[in-house]
């Protein structure tokens, strides 16, 4: 842990430093590596998925892996596990294999449980880990269109007809013309996108800007009809959303020009990362695309075109987030489009894309329920149906009462020292909060790989360690640096030596 306090303490130690090896010498541990949730928060209808990788250290052997749910006892308040789930696995050495299980028909609300290893082995402490998820209705996502802007393309993307019909999809889409969003009402929704809007007026803007700011989301996606009156997006109410003054029209009509993000840390794309090297960007050519004058304050560039010119940011609004993609995706394919980062073929990366865009604006991709020993962890509230305190459930089964940050919507639990699950809960049964976060070791922390010498003279330079296997060797080298070696032996063979040289000598110089 901490190594300059360890050398501090080791550097007072007159008789020298000892490292007692206390490991077995073939340890035999299965372990659980960190888990994979592809969401926390789950669409009503949609089956709960999660894996993780099982790996054996020593030798090679089967052990059975179980998924287990809590469910509410009738006979008492306690949740107790039940088996949802188990596979044999058979691990080498060195090597990994994955766990994956599938649970459909979950509840709406919040649901705990783990992953299991049974049996024993080296180290308890990785066999189990923990989870948190949420099943919650689909997310009303409102889609505002301007003709000749097709918002099919998007529509299909958030809410995909086979999902649709069997109720699964993430979200509930309305689309509406751009013209009623004077009229229409926002706060049903989670989410406004708006597609290739032409001139709007100053109070659909502020309309727009004071809808983000009380936490939700709005994405615009900028098109041909804004030409139709640029200087109504560079007046002072559209301003007060988008990233920046629109300049002018970038054209490409080679198909050159396409996404290129630089990194994959912003939330909008996390989920490419691991496929960042292999995603054709390049298939889905961009061939028009409004440039921005001076970004203002606060505003992130996530991806930038292939030129370097901004393709999709970030800006901040109050408790929510403007979203701002400077091509149009709702063009008809075969009519001069601006892009076919849409409506190509098999165009998955961005369908992904907009995706994880709903999921932020709506705060789907934000809230965290899994967290590691020592993190603070924080809830987000609803703030229409919130309370001043709350009651957490210790793992351990200790309760703690909690307040509430109102003014944020938050609850943050500062204490997870304890591996296991939290609830967390007020109201009451009947209209209250009953939900909760997981805490697990990380994976690295729970590794059994043997520490090398050099490894150690590393971490202790300048002492230099002395390694003890056996408590023989521990006795001898401490009982050698307290009291030191027995000479005596040493001393009469040197005494010996002596008198026969001395033998010698006497003979040569005194002859008779």
Known sequence: GDTPRLRQRLAQVE?????????????????????????????????????????????????????????????????????KGGQAVAVEPGQSRQ???????????????????????????????????????????????????????LAEALAPTPLRRKGEARHDVTVVPVESLGKHALEPYAAVFVLDPGPLAPEVWQKLGDFAARGRGVAVFLGR??????????????????????????RD?????????????????ATLREAAGTIPWDAFPVFRYWQLDALASGVRVIAPYRDGGPALLERPLGKGRALVVTTS???????????????????????????????????????????????PAVLELNPEHSFRSYLLTQPDGVEVRLAADLAQASLAVASTEWLGNYRVQAGGTESGVDRGFSVNLPFEQTRLERVSNDDLAKILDPLAPRIARSQDEIELDVSTGRVGRELFSWLIVLV?????????????????
């Not at 998924?67 to 009738?74: F, G, I, K, S, V």
């Not at 010996?496 to 008779?512: D, I, K, M, W």
Request: charged content about 20%; cysteine-free.
């Open 15 to 83: 008789a020298g430093v000892y490292l007692i090896d206390v490991g077995v010498a073939e340890p035999v541990n299965y372990a659980l590596g960190d888990l994979r949730l592809p969401a926390v928060q789950i669409p009503h209808g949609s089956p709960l998925e999660i894996g993780a990788d099982v790996s054996v250290q020593g030798t090679r052997g089967e052990r059975l892996v179980e998924l287990q749910l809590l469910e509410p006892d009738p006979a008492s308040k306690v949740r107790r596990p039940q088996k």
């Open 99 to 153: 766990v994956d299980f599938k649970v459909g028909g979950l509840a709406l609300g919040t649901h705990q449980g783990y992953l299991e290893i049974l049996g024993q082995d080296g180290l308890p402490a990785d066999d189990r880990r923990y989870f948190t998820v949420e099943v919650r209705p689909a997310w009303p996502v409102l889609i505002a269109a301007t003709r000749p802007a097709n918002p099919a393309f």
């Open 225 to 250: 009809n804004a030409d139709r009156g640029i200087e109504a997006f560079n007046g002072p109410a559209a301003q007060e959303v988008l990233p920046a003054k629109l300049k002018w029209q970038v």
């Open 253 to 269: 009509t080679e198909g050159a020009l396409h996404l290129a993000p630089r990194d994959y840390e912003h939330p909008v794309l």
């Open 329 to 375: 995706v709702s063009d008809n394919p075969n009519q001069d489009p601006w892009s076919l980062l849409l409506s190509g073929e098999n165009a998955w990366p961005f369908f992904v894309v907009v995706n994880e865009m709903a999921a932020y604006l709506v705060g789907g991709g934000g809230q965290r329920l899994n967290y590691f020993a020592g993190e």
């Open 496 to 512: 010996a030596v002596l008198l026969g040289l001395e033998h010698l000598v006497a003979n040569r110089f005194y002859r008779e």
